[in-house]
């Protein structure tokens, strides 16, 4: 009975920022792999950001440099640092993470959930 929640979204001017967050609630003895996805109108669903519980980043090419993903392990949390955003990035922007139930504590690959998404506009 995981949950993620993202928060953040909105309506933002090309070159403005946007700070998204994401946090996940219920029976969680840790999480591995976090991510934050995106999905434009008539498009698939994209890879933006990912973080390892290690703290290992990678990035789509077309938000390198200017998107910044991060975590806090204590707090269940990650956040998306949405800076210089152009109307391409317009979507609604989903958070993922793979959660290992205290029921299953030896597991590496615990189940992945996704959150409900949050819609950032970027227009003028």
């Known amino acids: 009975q995981v949950q993620l929640v993202e928060s953040g979204g909105g309506l933002v001017q090309p070159g403005g920022s946007l700070r998204l967050s994401c946090a996940a609630s219920?029976?969680?003895?840790?999480?591995?792999?976090m991510g934050w996805y995106r999905q434009a109108p008539g498009k698939e669903r994209e890879l933006v950001a990912t973080?390892?519980?290690?703290?290992?980043?990678q990035y789509a090419d077309s938000v390198t440099g200017r998107f910044t993903i991060a975590r806090d392990n204590a707090e269940n949390t990650v956040a998306l640092q949405m800076n210089s955003v152009k109307p391409e990035d317009t979507a609604v922007y989903y958070c993922?993470?793979?959660?290992?139930?205290?029921?299953?504590?030896?597991?590496?690959?615990?189940?992945?959930?996704w959150g409900q998404g949050t819609l950032v506009t970027v227009s003028s």
């Open positions: 219920g029976s969680i003895l840790r999480i591995n792999d």
């Open positions: 993922n993470a793979d959660v290992i139930s205290p029921l299953t504590p030896l597991r590496t690959s615990g189940s992945k959930i």
């Open positions: 973080i390892t519980g290690g703290g290992n980043t």
